[in-house]
């Protein structure tokens, strides 16, 4: 019974296991991401010491492009 409660916890939160770097540049590229999940991003980016400046860039300039864009 424990078991299956901790499969289906990891099964639920697959995005933990992909790296910031690899999350950032799929919603960059997406232009469907939601303005909260871009938001979260550079949340989680920000507290990140080792994070990477060009992702920084680049992910604030996608939450500022249009949506037109």
């Known amino acids: 019974m424990l078991q299956s409660a ?7 939160f697959p995005c933990e ?3 910031l770097q690899d999350l ?3 919603a960059v590229e997406d232009r469907s ?3 909260s999940r871009l938001l979260r991003l550079m949340s ?3 507290a990140d010491a080792t994070a990477n400046q060009n992702l920084r860039h ?4 996608r939450i500022g492009a249009p949506l037109s864009a």
Do not use: N, V
């Open 6 to 12: 901790i499969s289906s916890e990891t099964t639920q």
């Open 17 to 19: 296991q992909t790296p």
């Open 24 to 26: 950032i540049a799929a």
């Open 33 to 35: 991401t939601p303005i």
């Open 44 to 46: 989680a980016l920000d």
């Open 58 to 61: 680049q992910l604030r300039a």
